[in-house]
């Protein structure tokens, strides 16, 4: 049989799950020396992570306020549009334009030769290959070694332990394919498409296997409705290949931003600050504005969260060599590493707060005023009830 013919039928080799080549470890025990070492080399990173840490917080307030008011800005001057055609008198003024989006052309992968009706193509590749993973410390320490299958190369030349855990360089990698002549009846959608989500699984038809071992002058296979290139023939060696999609299909969507003749694009508010909504469905503009202010906190919540953990993170590595000099003492090693930890937290707790408290003075200050005017209103009017308290209360008395 000749080498090729191993690769034409769809159960010409099984696909192996992760790990399924099992595991390699290797023990790494750390001597004394590389542990302090890599205890001062984790004060340097504590140094930097904590203003790092800062700048992020800082960052992200005046993000999240100018955010706000540009879609505040927005929310007052967006004006909905028919879609029968495009009026040129909109041009470069906010609007809001919903309905069923189509496309002439539909969306394809050039590459293995992948058509199909749609507005967005994702093409995931991804390969067999070697991961790394490190555990424990001290005496303790191990390097565990297993095939996995991910859509970004491992670069194995930074393992620990090289020999027999070579990642080969993939030969395709991830794609992202949009529909150029998007558009609802007669109005184009342009580049807005690319904002939209909700793309779901593609199952390839077989009858695109001969189409894309033309294109890529590979034995390529196919199984699950993915396209697979193997390494070997049964297909467990690392270096071995899948591709699979995800089709984002014609229908409904909602879209806010700036008109332009060639479609929608992000529109600049006053501040500066740029956005483009896209929603999939019928939205109206006060849902859309409304779910875009709430999308803003959210993630304003989120890179609070990274910033506070980065923060701890940083604060903990200031005390990397007393925690691994009382590793050596029994029973302190426990205490010391507990009693670095609240110190981190309750470092990250005063700081953290006010570096956003700053923040919110350098981007928010009249509220930053009212809240402070609120809190020492209150402060003052809990000392005064506490006064009379005391006056009222019988001599002797507890107050």
Request: with cysteine; aromatic share 10%; glycine share 10%.
């Amino acid at each position: 049989m000749a080498e090729d013919e191993r690769f034409r039928t769809e159960e010409s080799f099984t696909i192996p799950a992760e790990g399924a080549a099992g595991e390699d470890v290797h023990a790494a025990p750390q001597g004394f020396l590389e542990r302090l070492s890599n205890s001062f080399g984790a004060i340097l990173m504590g140094l930097l992570l904590v203003p790092l840490a800062c700048w992020g917080l800082f960052w992200n307030e005046g993000r999240a306020v100018k955010t706000a008011r540009a879609l505040e800005e927005g929310q007052g001057l967006v004006q909905s549009v028919g879609t029968q055609r495009r009026d040129p008198a909109f041009d470069g003024k906010l609007v809001h334009v919903t309905g069923a989006v189509r496309s002439d052309s539909g969306v394809q992968d050039d590459l293995f030769g992948i058509r199909s009706r749609g507005l967005k193509l994702y093409r995931k590749v991804e390969m067999l290959q070697w991961v790394e993973k490190e555990s424990g410390s001290g005496q303790d320490r191990k390097f565990t070694y297993s095939q996995e299958w991910s859509d970004r190369p491992v670069d194995s030349s930074r393992f620990r332990v090289t020999q027999g855990h070579q990642n080969p360089p993939m030969r395709w990698s991830s794609e992202t394919f949009f529909v150029r002549d998007a558009r609802i009846d007669s109005y184009p959608i342009g580049n807005a498409i690319q904002r939209l989500s909700g793309a779901t699984d593609f199952r390839l038809d077989p009858a695109v296997v001969e189409t894309a071992r033309r294109r890529t002058g590979s034995s390529l296979t196919m199984r699950d409705g993915m396209l697979f290139l193997a390494n070997n023939q049964n297909g467990t060696q690392v270096g071995s290949l899948r591709v699979s999609y995800q089709l984002l299909q014609e229908g409904t969507a909602s879209f806010v931003g700036r008109q332009t003749a060639d479609g929608i694009e992000p529109y600049k508010a006053r501040n500066g600050r740029d956005f483009l909504l896209a929603a999939n469905g019928t939205r109206t503009t006060d849902e859309m504005f409304e779910t875009a202010q709430q999308d803003n906190a959210i993630l304003t919540w989120i890179l609070r969260a990274v910033g506070l953990f980065v923060m701890f993170i940083g604060f903990s590595s200031l005390f990397a060599p007393v925690t691994l000099l009382a590793s050596y003492v029994p029973l302190l090693g426990s205490l010391v590493s507990g009693a670095v930890g609240l110190v981190a937290a309750a470092a990250t707790a005063i700081l953290g707060p006010a570096v956003i408290a700053v923040a919110w003075f350098a981007y928010r200050p009249l509220v930053s005023i009212i809240v402070l005017a609120i809190g020492f209103g209150l402060a003052f009017g809990f000392r005064i009830l506490r006064q009379r308290r005391q006056a009222a209360a019988p001599r002797g008395a507890p107050a």
